[in-house]
């Protein structure tokens, strides 16, 4: 497509439940990236693709967020059993490559807006 | 680790204001910098980036000069207009790793 497309835009869930959250990255784009921006925060980094293989998943922040990526393209991420704290906008990014000295351009999708009550 | 600390906002200003946003960063070696920025209802985006010390980057007015003397790139605009209102975000890269953001400082430029 044109662009990073993220669903759904928006999410409210109840405390306990599983989400997942979706993003079609850039065609041809290999890299694809998750972010997390919490209110009045930074962007946190979650977890990077390359490919279908996640070399760096550093940042999920514990055993309940997972992610997947696809045929090189969509990736999935899911949140089991949320909490207050997972309330966040979760973003999603790609680049041709990867992360590289030099280049850096992640292009980025609009975000999912999670809150859990 | 790498982090980067950004000037606090919100940041209010009034229409042709001239526009300094700080940041400073932590990293060993010599990372890239760069700025994103998010417009109200869209994504972000690069704005402007540089690779090396003393470098400058630029784009849409904006500026901002690799310091390594004192770990900056400050993003500067001699006159801002509405339209420049927008969440801005700087980051780093070094090697192979994530890019790393700063929390972002929201501008408001009033007519």
């Known amino acids: 497509g044109a662009g990073v497309s993220q669903s759904p835009s928006n999410k409210v869930t109840e405390k306990g439940k599983d989400v997942e959250l979706r993003c079609d990255p850039i065609s041809g784009h290999t890299a694809l990236y998750w972010y997390r921006q919490r209110l009045g925060q930074g962007l946190e980094f979650l977890i990077y693709f390359q490919g279908n293989s996640a070399p760096d998943k550093s940042g999920l922040p514990s055993d309940r967020f997972s992610a997947e990526r696809t045929g090189e393209s969509v990736s999935t991420l899911t949140i089991q059993r949320t909490q207050q704290e997972d309330s966040a906008v979760y973003l999603c990014?790609?680049?041709?490559?990867?992360?590289?000295?030099?280049?850096?351009?992640?292009?980025f999708g609009e975000g999912s807006r999670l809150t859990v009550l | 680790g790498n982090s980067v600390t950004q000037m606090e906002g919100p940041v209010t200003l009034s229409e042709e204001a001239f526009l300094t946003i700080n940041c400073t960063y932590t990293?060993?070696?010599?990372?890239?910098l760069f700025w994103y920025v998010q417009y109200p209802g869209e994504g972000l985006q690069l704005l402007l980036k540089a690779t090396k010390a003393d470098d400058k980057g630029s784009n849409k007015g904006f500026e901002a000069t690799y310091r390594k003397e004192t770990t900056s790139f400050h993003l500067e605009k001699g006159s801002v207009q509405v339209s420049d209102s927008a969440v801005y975000f700087c980051?780093?890269?070094?090697?192979?790793?994530?890019?790393?953001f700063g929390q972002g400082t929201r501008l408001t430029i009033n007519p």
């Open positions: 990293a060993t070696g010599y990372p890239s």
């Open positions: 990014a790609s680049s041709l490559n990867g992360p590289q000295p030099g280049l850096g351009e992640l292009f």
């Open positions: 980051a780093l890269i070094q090697g192979a790793q994530k890019l790393v």
